[in-house]
């Protein structure tokens, strides 16, 4: 069974920064890429970071790149998504997703957590 919890969601003014972590278990880090999605009001679920069960290799719309960063630390088993300078059409429930292949396309998981949500301020 594929665990995941997410945490770190809160307000914040746009150009601030966020990381949120979502919390599994140590063979869920150490065999599948872990992606975060985001799904605003009125939009669909949308990708915004994912890496693969190494760790090494990161992926990344052009939306966020070099705003936001994907990372897995070994010892917590979390997967924590930095962001920084955010916008305020950022705003969103933030979701964790696991599968077999790492993929920017949200029918490609099958495990999902519960969100966490991420509200901007103008």
């Known amino acids: 069974q594929v665990q995941l919890v997410e945490s770190g969601g809160g307000l914040v003014q746009a150009g601030d920064s966020l990381r949120l972590s979502c919390a599994t278990s140590?063979?869920?880090?150490?065999?599948?890429?872990l992606s975060w999605f985001r799904q605003g009001p009125g939009k669909e679920r949308e990708f915004v970071a994912g890496?693969?069960?190494?760790?090494?290799?990161?992926d990344y719309p052009e939306s966020v790149k070099g705003r936001f960063t994907i990372s897995t630390d070994n010892v917590e088993n979390t997967v924590y998504l930095q962001m920084n300078d955010l916008k305020a059409e950022e705003a969103a429930v933030y979701y964790c997703?696991?599968?077999?292949?790492?993929?920017?396309?949200?029918?490609?998981?099958?495990?999902w957590g519960e969100g966490t949500q991420d509200a901007v301020s103008s």
């Open positions: 140590r063979h869920t880090l150490s065999t599948s890429p």
């Open positions: 997703a696991a599968d077999t292949f790492l993929s920017n396309m949200k029918h490609q998981y099958n495990y």
């Open positions: 890496i693969n069960e190494s760790g090494d290799v990161a």
